[in-house]
């Protein structure tokens, strides 16, 4: 099946409401520029470096979510391009896009990481850290960064019960905040548990493999 049916047949099956994110981290241009001929917009990718060699290639107007882990060195390459950055995992990435935001004059969106899964390995913060974050920033802490939400990633795991309670917990944490046109994004799902994730409450779905293929 060539990308454009892949992507078609995803969309197919999906509620509208929910936004696809497709993730293109080491996929060539040529392969975003496909789906972007199908009026798609949003793409994610994970490295900063190989990200900005490929936008470059590609029209302006594409939405950039970056969900990788990024390091605070790199703030100041990314904010002038980024749509949405999903993978905000600590206080010192935070405030460093903070500050980086100010002195560009500009109001960066992202997403709060949050930690679901049991491994060791996956970056993010706890329930008790998220709350506290939002409540600084609705009191002005973060003036150029706008939280909309949360994104996490469940295990890897075959356990169909484990992933739905990380899930879960994952929606009600961002179920305890009032939507609104400032907190309206919940990232969870990808290739392979996208449908559940989907059933538990997500509007947005970071989808790479599905779409383009498996990677080497
Ligand atoms: C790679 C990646 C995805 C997409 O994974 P697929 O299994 O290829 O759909 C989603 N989210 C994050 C954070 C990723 O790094």
């Not at 990308?3 to 969309?11: D, G, P, S, T, V």
């Not at 900063?48 to 950039?64: G, S, T």
């Not at 390995?121 to 600084?136: A, L, R, T």
Request: glycine residues 6%.
């Amino acid at each position: 099946m060539s990308i454009e049916e892949n992507f078609k047949r995803l969309q197919s099956t999906i509620p509208k409401e929910v936004l696809v994110v497709a993730v293109s981290k080491t996929y060539p241009s040529t392969a975003i520029q496909k789906l972007y001929d199908l009026e798609h917009r949003d793409f994610g990718e994970n490295r900063v470096q190989e990200w900005l060699q490929k936008k470059d290639e590609l029209p302006a107007d594409i939405r950039w979510h970056l969900i990788g882990h990024l390091q605070t060195n790199k703030v100041k390459q990314v904010i002038p391009f980024v749509y949405l950055i999903q993978s905000v995992d600590s206080l010192k990435l935070l405030n460093k896009i903070q500050s980086e935001s100010l002195k560009l004059d500009r109001i960066t969106s992202i997403l709060l990481q949050v930690k679901i899964a049991q491994e060791e390995s996956k970056y993010g913060f706890s329930q008790d850290q998220i709350f506290e974050i939002v409540k600084n920033s609705r009191e002005g802490r973060f003036p150029n960064v706008q939280i909309k939400g949360l994104m996490g990633m469940a295990s890897f795991t075959q356990n169909q019960n484990q992933i739905q309670s990380e899930f879960e917990t994952l929606h009600s944490m961002y179920s305890q905040f009032q939507a609104d046109e400032n907190w309206n994004t919940l990232s969870m799902g990808m290739s392979g548990d996208y449908k559940l994730a989907i059933e538990c409450g997500s509007n947005a779905i970071r989808v790479g493999s599905l779409l383009f293929g498996t990677r080497d």
